[in-house]
């Protein structure tokens, strides 16, 4: 991604990512229900309503730590 | 850069009034400077709508103005509170959005102000930071002494500023740039900078307070606003996960290095 983004500094061209030899990949499973998690805990704990059936942050924030 | 959030006008703005839109948003995510990832989180889109709403509400209550007219739950537009689920749709108003021409490695932003008027996306994004990680290039733009901070040297450690920094940023470039304060002036119309300043200030300060409230810290974050008639409003979506780092109490305190908990986790990375 940095040789595409130099050639593209370089050269003034704006589409550098058509460059770029690499795909992202697929999330595992347990990591995308551990995000989710973490979203919901985090949004129900900063509105201070539990408006997802989520864990705790503390919890949901472990969850991900151990990842 | 694709979006995470799908646009949808209802009323076009014109030359003189603005529109109305809304956003809905989705359980995709991006990561910073490549764009859309292949999985979807479930949920992502609720939450971000929710806080998003929740902080604009806020907002109107600190009587700060933005471009917030209510979320969407069965095709009606209402407040968070009357809602019976987590919504996923946001109402909001719209302005105009010039093309930003760009020819032999510049912009124009003189065409772009020329086509605005007084109804436009004021093309920059105003970053605050109440802290300065590790990794952020703040650094690179100056010493801690520039930030209040008494050090000779950034410290190997994130580091609290003692007044909130904002920046400026360009907001329609291929390769966004951070920006001097004149150039930032420029790119900014006829809106005063002093006015985005003051809006992000604000902005950063009930942000802070309510995280504080809900025990999470809150690093830094960034708004864009839009200008209308005379009056500046603080548009796009305000103090989410994806926006915003809220590291948690407990974070905070096991770690006093950069990687807070929603940079560990959140797609779009630490801000630059």
Redo the contacts between chains.
């Keep these: 991604?940095k040789d595409a983004?130099a050639e593209?500094?370089e050269t003034?061209e704006?589409n550098?990512?058509e460059n770029c030899a690499v795909e992202?990949?697929?999330?595992p499973a347990d990591i995308?229900?551990?995000?989710?998690d973490?979203?919901?805990a985090?949004?129900n704990?900063?509105?201070?309503h539990d408006?997802?059936d989520a864990p705790t942050?503390?919890d949901a924030?472990a969850r991900?730590?151990d990842l | 850069m694709t979006s995470v959030k799908d646009f949808r006008v209802e009323e076009e703005p014109t030359a003189t009034d603005l529109g109305r839109g809304r956003f809905v948003f989705s359980d995709r995510?991006s990561?910073f400077?490549?764009?859309e990832?292949?999985?979807?989180?479930?949920?992502?889109g609720?939450?971000?709508c929710?806080?998003g709403a929740?902080n604009f509400e806020l907002l109107d209550v600190n009587h700060v103005p933005t471009h917030y007219l209510g979320v969407v739950e069965d095709g009606e537009v209402k407040e968070l509170g009357e809602c019976e689920?987590?919504p996923t749709e946001m109402a909001i108003e719209l302005t105009q959005v010039p093309d930003l021409p760009?020819a032999d490695?510049a912009y124009d932003y003189d065409a772009y102000h020329e086509a605005a008027g007084d109804n436009y996306l004021i093309p920059l994004e105003i970053v605050f930071r109440n802290t300065v990680p590790v990794g952020s290039s703040l650094r690179r733009r100056g010493e801690p002494a520039d930030y209040g901070l008494d050090a000779d040297e950034w410290p190997d450690e994130a580091v609290s500023l003692p007044e909130p920094v904002v920046e400026f940023s360009t907001k329609y470039e291929?390769?966004d740039r951070y920006l001097s304060r004149a150039e930032a002036d420029d790119i900014a119309g006829k809106v005063d900078l002093g006015r985005l300043e003051e809006l992000a200030l604000a902005v950063n300060h009930v942000l802070t307070e309510?995280?504080d409230?809900?025990?999470?810290d809150h690093e830094d974050g960034k708004i864009e606003c839009l200008y209308h008639d005379g009056t500046v409003k603080v548009g796009d979506v305000v103090g989410t996960?994806d926006e915003n780092r809220?590291p948690?109490a407990?974070?905070r305190s096991r770690k006093r290095s950069s990687a807070s908990?929603?940079s560990?986790?959140s797609p779009s990375g630490s801000r630059p």
């Design positions: 991604m983004k593209a500094i003034g704006p550098w990512r992202p990949d697929r999330l995308v229900e551990a995000l989710s973490l979203y919901c985090g949004t704990a900063y509105v201070d408006w997802f942050i503390e924030v991900v730590r | 995510y990561v400077d490549w764009g990832m292949p999985d979807h989180v479930p949920n992502k609720a939450s971000l929710l806080m929740y689920s987590p760009h490695g291929e390769q309510r995280a409230e809900a025990g999470f996960f809220f948690t407990d974070s908990t929603t560990a986790s």
